[in-house]
Structures are given as structure tokens and as C-alpha cells.
């Protein structure tokens, strides 16, 4: 079964930290990743996309095969990061995992 | 295009009333999606429609909640009675194809007394 597993429910690092937000997946196929960003109140947004290999924001994830996993990272946080973080399998319909709250104090 | 419309954006109403929310894809996108998103169970995939076509509802909670697409540019949720509990944000969602990006709407804030 598809399945998108992201274990931290909440993950707070300092400003000018460096921040990962781990995702696993399983999917048989070859999977296509998503990044979402949700800000408080606000849609969620595509953040990136593992097909693009660009860094948004700052924000690069990196597909391992190997390791079934698409963490999503960021050298230096900022307190603008501050949001909740869905990533998903491209899948009909997409397979979202549980969300990563991200809280960066200042 | 001004992407996902959903309206209202804000619902109060009280408990066995009838709620209608509503939405409207960007143009040319062939599948639809209705979320749910509470605290409690995060984001959850109500149901969903191909060519205006309901294809999976089993993410539907209860016989209360139905959902219809007339046509490619307008979908409705109702639930009826609504309950305490079905208090939450309801997303909609459009993409051109089924397991490519997703375009969320400002979602419907939905507070049932």
C-alpha cells in the first residue's frame, strides 16, 4: 500500500538553525514526491517538487531510493518558516502524510 | 486564472442545520478533491472526482455528507444535519491529473454550535 510517513508531529529549532523534516515513503512504483506548505491560516502551496531538483526558499529535499525517503532541508532557518509541512506521494489521488509542524524561535 | 474559489470562507451555524459549501477548480483541470482538516486527524481526503465524476467517497464520514459536481466548474459538499464534530476546515482542491500537483482554495471555516 502507498503510505507517506513523516514522524515528527512538532519540530522547533532556533533561528539560523539548520532544519530537516524527514518523510518515508512506500510505493512499488517510481514514486513522484511533493513538498506542501501550509502558513497559519492560510492553503497549502506547493512547496517543491522532487522532478523540478530546485531549492525554494532556501528548501531543497532530495530523493533516496535506497532509503525510500524525500527529507525535505534548509541550511539556516527563519522565523518565515514557521508552518505547517505536508509532503506527499504522487499517486491518483496524492498520498499526504500526517504534517510536520515547524516552529523557528527567535 | 484566479485558482480554487471556494465559498463561504467562514460558516457558523448551528447544529442539524444544513451546510452547502461550495467550489469552483481552475479551468481545465479534469480531477477534484475534497479535504477535511481538523487538529485532531490532520488532513483527510473526503472524496474525489475525475471528469466530473465521483471516483473514491470512501473517505465520506457518514451518510450525512454528499458531495456533486453538475459540471467541470462547480462542485458542492452539503452535510445534513450537521454535528458539533464536523466543526473544521474543508478544503477543496484541483489538478489536470490524478497524481500531479494539487491546487488547494483558501479553504471553508466551518463552525457548527
Known amino acids: 500500500a502507498q503510505r507517506v510517513t513523516q514522524p515528527e508531529k512538532l519540530l522547533s529549532v532556533f533561528k539560523g538553525a539548520p532544519v530537516e523534516l524527514k518523510c518515508n515513503y512506500s510505493?512499488?512504483?517510481?514514486?513522484?514526491l511533493f513538498w506542501y506548505v501550509q502558513y497559519s491560516r492560510q492553503r497549502l502551496q506547493l512547496l517543491l517538487r522532487?522532478?523540478s531538483r530546485e531549492s525554494i526558499k532556501g528548501f531543497t529535499a532530495d530523493l533516496n531510493k535506497g532509503e525510500t525517503s524525500f527529507h525535505l532541508k534548509k541550511p539556516f532557518a527563519q522565523e518565515e518558516d514557521s508552518a505547517m509541512y505536508y509532503c506527499?506521494?504522487?499517486?491518483?489521488?496524492?498520498?499526504f502524510g500526517k504534517g510536520t509542524r515547524l516552529s523557528v524561535i527567535a | 486564472d484566479a485558482g480554487v474559489i471556494q465559498s463561504p470562507r467562514h460558516e457558523v451555524t448551528e447544529m442539524g442545520q444544513e451546510v452547502t459549501l461550495r467550489c469552483k477548480p481552475i479551468s481545465g483541470h479534469d480531477y477534484l478533491f475534497w479535504y477535511r482538516q481538523t487538529m485532531m486527524r490532520g488532513l483527510e481526503l473526503l472524496i474525489y472526482f475525475n471528469n466530473n465524476v465521483p471516483i473514491d467517497d470512501s473517505g465520506m464520514p457518514e451518510d450525512r455528507f454528499s458531495a456533486k459536481m453538475p459540471n467541470a466548474s462547480f462542485s458542492t459538499l452539503k452535510i445534513q444535519p450537521s454535528e458539533p464534530r464536523d466543526s473544521a476546515v474543508y478544503f477543496c482542491?484541483?489538478?489536470?491529473?490524478?497524481?500531479?500537483?494539487?491546487?488547494f482554495g483558501p479553504g471553508t471555516r466551518l463552525t457548527v454550535l
Open positions: 482542491a484541483s489538478s489536470s491529473r490524478g497524481g500531479d500537483e494539487q491546487f
Open positions: 510505493y512499488s512504483g517510481s514514486p513522484e
Open positions: 506527499a506521494l504522487g499517486n491518483t489521488p496524492l498520498v
Open positions: 522532487h522532478i
